[in-house]
Structure formats: structure tokens, C-alpha cells
């Protein structure tokens, strides 16, 4: 059979919340699918982007691939949360959620950051404090500034309601992701709080459950940084062919 990886980006986001992810994929697959969110691609359409309008869309696409493919999802962010809620409805080969926003607000990032710090400073030489924390500003900058950007050209309070609505959506589905499941989140995520990982491994009844831990990464890693590693350790569980999943 045909094999297919569908992707699903963040809310107010694009194809590159995926960084070079899509592009390493396919060699990998017979085709990779980015599905944009409803109002997306041009900004002027936003409104579009509805809790119903978007769900029929994403079952039409789960429903066409599904027929004749072998079908892994990946999700990031708000499509984390989407895919976790599309993976207790549908059987997928392997399902990979990065960064999933089921909880969105870190109240423990600025408590995170001091953490790390102390670690640096406590760990490394001089010089290599001095540049972990000229790269760890530089990465922050970009992330907030993208952020921001996104928040002033894009956000509405609709589509903040819709955001909210699949997170509520998913967490009220009393099902459980069924397929092979791995969970990747950078640890210095400043949207995604640390809790998360469990709530969502706890939400998978499959034996096959993973998490990779990012170290120095932050919510938009795939896309502001070098992630070749990261991404190598995903296709590799994508292409794992573990002995519970044949049986």
C-alpha cells in the first residue's frame, strides 16, 4: 500500500511552523500532505476559520487518504491538539505530536528559565556560558517577535474561540489514541507547559508511547532552528516497525 504523512500546523500558522521536517519526510513517503487550516493561507480570510468548517475539512482529507494508504499523522501545536483528537476517531500507522497546545499558557516558563540558567552557569566554562546565553536570547527574540507578529496581523477573538474549541473538543473525548504515539517538546517551551506530556501519553492506550525532550528549544524550534537531529529521531520512529505493531 501507499505509504502517506499528513501534517497539520499551529493555529494562525503555516507550513513552515515544520521547519525542513516536510522536506526530510519525503524520502520517506509515496506523499506528503500539509493540510492548511481554513483562512490560512490568505490572512484576509480568517473568519473562515471555523470549528466546523475546519473538522469536515480535516475528516475529508483523514477519510480520502485513509481508504487505499497507509497514513501517519504529525501534528504541531494547535494541529498537536488536532491530531490527538482525529487520533482517537481514526486507526493511523503512527501518530507524532510536537509542542501540542491541550494546555497553552506556562506559568512555569519564567521558574524554567531560571533553572536553566543556573545549570549554564554552573556547568559550563566562562566563554561557553557567555554564547549559551547570547544563543538562548537570539532564539527567544525570534520566537516572541514571531509571535507577536502572527498575533497582530492574524488574531481574532473567533478564531481564538475556534482554538479553544478543539482543545476543549479533544479533551472531553472519552476515546483514546489507538496508534503508536510520540510526543516531542522542547524544554524551554514557553506556551506548552512541561504537564502536558503526560496528560497526552496518558491519553494513548497504545504500549508504544514515546517522548523526546529538546534541550534549549522553545515552541517554534522547527522553525528558528537547526533541528536535523530532532528530526532524524522522528522519521526514525515513524520507520520503526516494532513487534506490537505487527502482531
Known amino acids: 500500500m501507499r505509504k502517506v504523512c499528513i501534517l497539520l500546523h499551529g493555529y494562525l500558522g503555516d507550513a513552515a511552523d515544520f521547519g525542513m521536517l516536510p522536506k526530510s519526510l519525503k524520502a520517506h513517503y509515496d506523499e506528503v500532505v500539509i493540510c492548511q487550516m481554513p483562512g490560512h493561507v490568505s490572512i484576509d480570510r480568517i473568519y473562515t476559520f471555523t470549528f466546523k468548517e475546519t473538522v469536515e475539512m480535516l475528516y475529508e482529507v483523514i477519510e480520502t487518504y485513509t481508504k487505499d494508504s497507509i497514513v501517519d499523522l504529525i501534528g504541531y501545536s494547535l494541529g498537536g491538539v488536532m491530531a490527538s483528537y482525529l487520533a482517537k476517531q481514526y486507526n493511523f500507522h503512527k501518530v507524532v505530536l510536537i509542542s501540542p497546545s491541550i494546555k ?96 497526552i501519553l496518558n491519553s494513548c492506550a497504545n504500549p508504544i508511547k514515546k517522548y523526546i525532550g529538546i534541550p534549549m528549544a522553545s515552541h517554534l524550534f522547527l522553525r528558528f532552528s537547526d533541528q536535523s537531529e530532532t528530526i532524524s529521531r522522528i522519521i526514525e520512529f515513524l520507520n520503526e516497525e516494532d513487534q506490537e505493531t505487527n502482531e
Open 104 to 199: 497553552f499558557l506556562n506559568f512555569d516558563f519564567p521558574k524554567v528559565m531560571r533553572e536553566y540558567m543556573k545549570s549554564v552557569e554552573k556547568e559550563y566554562e566562562k566563554e561557553e556560558v557567555k554564547k549559551t546565553k547570547e544563543e538562548t536570547k537570539t532564539l527567544f527574540k525570534a520566537d516572541f517577535g514571531y509571535i507577536w507578529y502572527r498575533f497582530t496581523t492574524r488574531f481574532t477573538f473567533s478564531t481564538f474561540k475556534t482554538f479553544l474549541q478543539f482543545i476543549d473538543a479533544n479533551n472531553k473525548l472519552k476515546e483514546k489514541i489507538k496508534a503508536p504515539l510520540l510526543v516531542v517538546r522542547g524544554e524551554l517551551d514557553e506556551l506548552v507547559p512541561k504537564d502536558t506530556v503526560e496528560t
